[in-house]
């Protein structure tokens, strides 16, 4: 099962070095990765989305907080939490399909971030579902670039029961 | 009082209770030497850096006090790694510090240069490159803290020649507190409550202790533990003098070389009481089968020892003594149980069994037998001796026929299986302990591994006891070879052994042979009475083979050769 792990280090020279080597010293699966500095000065914040049973995922959260430089791990898959991720997708867009491509894009409220005669450069955000059909839509028009970043999470202020 | 890095290295080891390091300098240290005489702290130089690290663990094993080493950049870092790697399996307290290139040549492949940082990450329980001369002081506080608490373990600081060459204003932190390191070390009340219930509800409890009882100083309360409530003891190799080895309550070691009864006890119990051990695949055998039948209460200070292999029923993260005693407290409160007769059955029934499948091996004549040479050793040392053992048969039969009654008496590489540990460590335990009795039970493979420590040895008159079991084979390898490849013995004979007399003697130490068994007691004497390095070199049975044995992957109660 996929869960997403939100993750806070000191950040200092090496860290993420640490937090990567031990899932792939210990054999566990690193499915996006996503890394960058928090508001506190020295803190970074690291988002990994793995997989596992819960055995597996149990002992990567003991693993990591067993790392002296990690301070707080959380899975956030048992949470109600707010997941994005972000697509930079060059797509073919001659004048015969363009009109075609602007409509899909504005249908899942995408970006025009750059244009040319025949391309366009789409950003998408969303969760994975979105992200998913948005590709799976612009597909046959030609996609001739494509970036993914990793999984950004946050867990949701109000926990609601279902 | 502004210093250099070297004087505030030298400072802080004094402020730590170092006076003892072991060492090998280098270009890249050479200033950390030039700085060393003027202070007292006393310096060993080994012969390879590998054996710094080594006898540094040994001297840890055997004093209870973080173990220090410092060597230089590149190969001498690096040569480092197995012995690093050694502590880090077994959880041993030690700090290495190595040197670096300057720092404006870092990442240049310059001479001597090795991302040591980059390489012991996985190896080390924390480890650091110092940048700047100004956080040298906080960051060997740090070490020595982690490497000390907790779930011990070796931590390596790397520093660059300039900053050992950098001035600061020295003054030593006098508390360390870190954001992201505070070990939980007490246990919790509920959880001890409900393991407390397990005990009095079982009817077939052993309590299976490893090296943890020994690293967190609990043997004392794990004794407690047993007599007060009746419960059998085993341990694992590396909790081997946690628990008294004459103690009738002792079931022996378990695991893959374990004892009949120990193993049994462990595969036919109903509750299974572990504590400060981590479920080693050489102790549980096939996992799924390993105390199938019972339910686990589990002790440990590094919470992801716990239900890692197997899943237990009551986890309490906690320093062993705290944990023990806690558990103490709280079975001590349950009124109403007679714990002798709840757990007598059982108790006799192994008691009985101990009786009918002992330890042993075929006394037929003409050869000498290994197992007979440890038992003569533990005879003749009184069992008071510390034993350092390499790896491979010579430590299985150390581990059987050596009887351990107290902690940090078996110095042994256990996690790692590291063959040449056990000379060093035993050089390393000799400076803890000048006056006792320091022996390494070596095969004739693994003393080869670090026999040119015999220089230090001699040139410091550490009058450590080797008793090589040379039966001329890679033993343990040997053994598997014939009983699970056809007695295909590739690679395993050793033809061409040095003449380990004369070897001993061209190092200046003392150097005896026994071939006959008649001669083994006088020259064992004569080599523990010699004031100074001895190797006794003993032609023993060439395919004996350690016995029983659990194969690779079978269930304990699979066992061979009983």
Known sequence: MRHVLSILVENEPGVLSRVVGLFSGRGFNIESLNVGPTLETGVSHITICTSGDEQIIEQIMKQLHKLITVIKVVDLTHLQAVEREIVLMKVGAEDAKRAE??????????????????????????????????????????VKEFIRAGTVAMRRSMQLAD | ?????????????????????????????????????????KHILVRHEQAAVHAADGFARASGKVGVCLVTSGPGATNTVTGIATAYMDSIPMVVITGQVPTHLIGNDAFQEADIVGITRPCTKHNYLVKNVADLATTIKQAFYIARTGRPGPVLIDLPKDVVNSKTKFSYPETISLRSYNPNVNPNRKQLRKAAELIANSKQPV??????????????????????????????????????????????????HGTFTANMAVNNCDLLISVGARFDDRVTGRINSFAARAKIIHIDVDPTSISKNVVVDVPIVADCKQGLAGLIEEAAKIEGVDWQAKHEAW???????????????????????????????????????????????????????????KPRTLL???????????????????????????????????????????????????????????????????????????????????????????????????????????????????????????????????????????????????????
């Open chain 1, 101 to 142: 491509v602007l409509r899909i894009a504005d249908i899942f409220r995408c970006k025009v971030v750059d244009v040319s005669p025949d391309e366009l450069t789409l950003e998408i955000t969303g969760d994975q579902g979105k992200i998913k059909a948005v590709v799976a839509l612009l597909q046959r028009f030609g």
């Open chain 2, 207 to 256: 309590i299976y202790a490893g090296g943890g009882v020994i690293s967190s100083d609990s043997a004392a309360e794990l004794k407690q533990l047993a007599e007060t409530f009746h419960l059998p003891v085993t341990t694992t190799l590396m909790g081997l003098g946690a628990f008294p080895g004459d103690h009738p309550g002792w079931l022996g070691m378990l695991g893959m």
């Open chain 2, 412 to 562: 042994t590489s256990g996690g790692l299986g590291t063959m040449g540990y056990g000379f060093p460590a035993a050089i390393g335990a000799q400076f803890a302990f000048p006056d006792k009795l320091v022996i390494d039970i070596a095969g004739d493979g693994s003393i080869q591994m670090n026999i040119q420590e015999l220089a230090t040895a001699v040139s410091y008159n550490v009058p450590v006891k080797i008793v090589i079991l040379n039966n001329g084979y890679l033993g343990m390898v040997r053994q598997w070879q014939e009983l699970f490849y056809k007695k295909n013995y590739c690679a395993t004979c050793l033809h061409t052994n040095p003449d380990f007399v004369a070897l001993a003697k061209a190092y200046g130490a003392e150097g005896f042979l026994v071939d006959k068994a008649e001669d083994l007691e006088a020259t064992l004497k004569a080599a523990f009475a010699y004031p100074g390095p001895v190797i006794v070199d003993v032609r023993v049975e060439p395919e004996e083979n350690v016995a029983p044995m659990v194969p690779a992957g079978a269930a304990l109660s699979e066992m061979l050769l009983v």
């Open chain 2, 1 to 41: 009082m502004v210093l250099t890095g070297a004087q505030i290295l030298m400072e802080c080891l004094k402020r730590e209770g170092v006076d003892l390091i072991f060492g090998f300098p280098g270009g890249a240290v050479i200033d950390i030497y030039d700085e060393l005489p003027k202070h007292p702290i």
């Open chain 2, 347 to 405: 108790n006799v029934s192994l008691t009985e069994m101990r009786a009918s499948h002992p330890l042993g091996y075929a006394k037929n004549g003409g050869t000498i037998k290994p197992q007979w040479v440890v038992e003569k050793i533990h005879e003749l040392s009184k069992g008071e001796a510390i034993i350092a053992t390499e790896v491979g048969q010579n430590q299985m039969w150390a581990a059987q026929f050596y009887t351990y009654r």
